[in-house]
T-cell receptor, first 113, second 113 residues
Framework: DAMVIQNPRYQVTQFGKPVTLSCSQT?????MYWYQQKSSQAPKLLFH???????NEADTPDNFQSRRPNTSFCFLDIRSPGLGDAAMYLC????????????FGSGTQLSVL | AQKVTQAQTEISVVEKEDVTLDCVYE???????LFWYKQPPSGELVFLIR??????QNEISGRYSWNFQKSTSSFNFTITASQVVDSAVYFC??????????FGKGTRLHILP
């Protein structure tokens, strides 16, 4: 009955080798978010989509890109992963309202060798 | 700028003890929303509660209770008669006029049997 699904659960990539993380949702929510969470730190918002409108955070590196081909799917592309990009990546969804609660996936733990 | 501070990095209590997790926030917005999320070892953040800035009523849900005080900019979370299943990282979060949800660094709670 998972509502926000992230694949894969664990991803290993090599330094500089492009990697794509995926997220799908069955909630039909308008908004999808990508957060980066490093060990013992708060989740940090990278970007989010309001429907097809992309909103990038000012401090998100250019190395990080995102695609949302339809309501259900959203992808995080890391063009040239560095060692500092190793983290848990969390996808979340919500309805289009500031007070709306977030529904999270289980995350993808990315390792960069 | 908005900020959420969870001063307690890690707390350990023995099962059945009560425990309070502190959250202090900063915002210039007059309308804002506060949240608590739980992140168990599985990694998926789970929504616990939402409170808007105009509603200072405390709330109780089973063993969980929340104390919102605008005068001290605090939104504390108490677990009564803690259980081992309560072991997790708990995040306090804030959403203001800019539609972004900012998380605190989290408090790791260990409930010892």
């Amino acid at each position: 009955d998972a509502m926000v699904i992230q694949n894969p659960r664990y991803q290993v990539t090599q330094f500089g080798k492009p990697v794509t993380l995926s997220c799908s949702q069955t909630l039909n929510h308008n908004v999808m978010y990508w957060y980066q969470q490093k060990s013992s730190q708060a989740p940090k918002l990278l970007f989010h989509y309001y429907d097809k409108d992309f909103n990038n955070e000012a401090d998100t590196p250019d190395n990080f890109q995102s695609r949302r081909p339809n309501t259900s799917f959203c992808f995080l592309d890391i063009r040239s992963p560095g060692l500092g990009d190793a983290a848990m990546y969390l996808c979340a969804t919500s309805r289009r309202a500031r007070k709306a609660k977030l529904f999270f996936g289980s995350g993808t733990q990315l390792s960069v060798l | 700028a908005q900020k959420v501070t969870q001063a307690q990095t890690e707390i350990s209590v023995v099962e059945k003890e009560d425990v309070t997790l502190d959250c202090v926030y900063e915002t210039r917005d007059t309308t804002y929303y506060l949240f608590w999320y739980k992140q168990p070892p599985s990694g998926e953040l789970v929504f616990l509660i939402r409170r808007n800035s105009f509603d200072e009523q405390n709330e109780i849900s089973g063993r969980y209770s929340w104390n919102f005080q605008k005068s001290t900019s605090s939104f504390n979370f108490t677990i009564t008669a803690s259980q081992v299943v309560d072991s997790a990282v708990y995040f306090c979060a804030l959403s203001g006029l800019d539609d972004k949800i900012i998380f605190g660094k989290g408090t790791r709670l260990h409930i010892l049997p």
